[in-house]
């Protein structure tokens, strides 16, 4: 017997007076096997004595019927958490989900949404397991990025079935509420459909589940940094945002829990001007700036519309990375807007190498 069936089985064993099971309370430090004898480490709170003894017998028993062990050890672990309550604290890993990528930022109409769904479909492409989860409870556009206007079904333990979309698992307070925004829910019911919305979806197997986050630091994300284990998180901002307070609150809020940061993507960073000049020409240069021209009179250069180098600056401040440059394009505005993300839709498109390339860069910095 292994390690993880160990898990397994350690996953059927409930905390007395909770309905929860001591792995997802993180009780479980440490299991150790060598041949047929077995070293399991607990962290169990010390205060609670006789909890305490009931959690070791119920363990010993479980494993024991296995008959796959000679000896069973159960050492008690330092620095444990001192109550279950406490240990409910602790961000959580989702079952069956390697890595909960958050994208998050400072205020809504960045392109947060258009990144999230397109880094998903990036992802899938690079041929990884993939979910996206909307959590803009109060604005959700999933449904109109990706044109899914279905209603998801569920189990008959009542746990819900995401949306297939191309092979993305896609959930999405949208498909619930319809165009009905729960504008009034606040607080702790907001907490709760946030927390139910993340558990109680059936994702199967997934390497990465991409949360699109509501803007700002609010009650969803609050609840979602405190509760849920987070590999990585990346800021979506515009050059003009760039420097907003609100980003650094974001990325603040992340620290916090330790989630790392993976990097700030640039939306909206100026756009992209190509064309072809027929006849002879020597130089060209569009305000001030000298542009190549190749021997067919092929060019194609950058505009900046608002600041220049914000984010690269911005993202040196806050010590990340700054990830891409996504140039304002038509073709992503239009694909996104009539629910074909561009990087399924033209995957050899400019913009879709640029977000591919971050994808890339996700899974290196993920990598197991
Ligand atoms: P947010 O999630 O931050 O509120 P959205 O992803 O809904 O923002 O994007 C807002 C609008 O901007 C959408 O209509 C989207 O198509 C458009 N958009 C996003 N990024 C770009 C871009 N780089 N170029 C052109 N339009 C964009």
């Known amino acids: 017997m292994n390690q993880s069936e160990v898990l397994e089985i350690l996953k059927t064993v409930q905390y007395p007076g909770f309905s929860r099971d001591i792995v997802s309370f993180g ?17 169990l709170s010390t205060q609670q004595k006789d909890k305490k003894e009931v959690v070791v017998k119920l363990v010993k028993e479980k494993l024991e019927s296995t008959g ?34 958050a994208v998050a930022s400072g205020k809504g109409g960045v392109g947060k949404s258009t990144f999230a769904a397109n880094l998903a479909c990036a992802l899938k492409n690079l041929g990884n397991e993939v979910g996206l989860l909307d959590l803009d409870i109060y604005g959700p556009s999933l449904p109109i990025i990706l044109g899914i206007s279905e209603q ?50 059936e994702w199967g197997a997934l390497d ?38 609100d980003v650094r ?23 992209n001007v190509s064309g072809k000049i027929e006849g002879e020409i020597h130089s060209l240069s569009i305000e001030g700036n000298n542009v190549d021209v190749d021997e067919d009179g092929n060019f194609s250069v950058r505009m900046n519309v608002f600041k220049k180098g914000g984010g690269l600056e911005e993202s040196k401040r806050l010590d990340v990375p700054l990830l891409a440059e ?33 994808a890339r860069k996700v899974e290196l910095q993920l990598e197991d």
């Open 27 to 43: 009780m479980v430090d440490n299991i150790q096997i060598k041949d047929k004898s077995l070293i399991l480490t607990l962290k």
């Open 152 to 201: 998801p079904k569920t189990t008959e333990d009542r746990k819900l079935i995401p949306i297939d979309y191309n092979g993305i698992k896609v959930m999405s307070f949208g498909f619930i509420s319809g165009n009905e925004t729960p504008t009034i829910w606040r607080g702790p019911l907001v907490s709760r459909m946030t927390e139910q919305f993340f558990r109680d979806v």
């Open 249 to 271: 609150k974001g990325a603040d809020m992340f620290r916090k829990v330790q989630a790392p940061i993976l990097g700030v993507i640039e939306n909206m960073s100026g756009f």
């Open 208 to 245: 990465y589940l991409v949360l699109d986050l509501p803007p700002g630091t609010g009650d969803v994300q609050l609840t979602l940094t405190q509760k849920l284990r987070i590999s990585g998180a990346i800021i979506v901002t515009t050059p003009q945002d760039i420097a907003l307070a």
């Open 326 to 358: 996504i140039p304002l394009a038509q073709e992503l505005m239009e694909t996104t807007d009539s629910g074909k993300p561009i990087t399924l839709s033209n995957s050899d498109s400019p913009i879709s190498r640029i977000i591919t390339e971050v």
């Open 68 to 101: 796959a062990f000679d000896s069973i050890r159960i050492e008690s672990a330092e620095g444990a958490p001192t109550s279950p309550q406490a240990a409910a604290q602790i961000p959580q890993a989702l079952p069956g989900v390697k890595h909960v990528l």
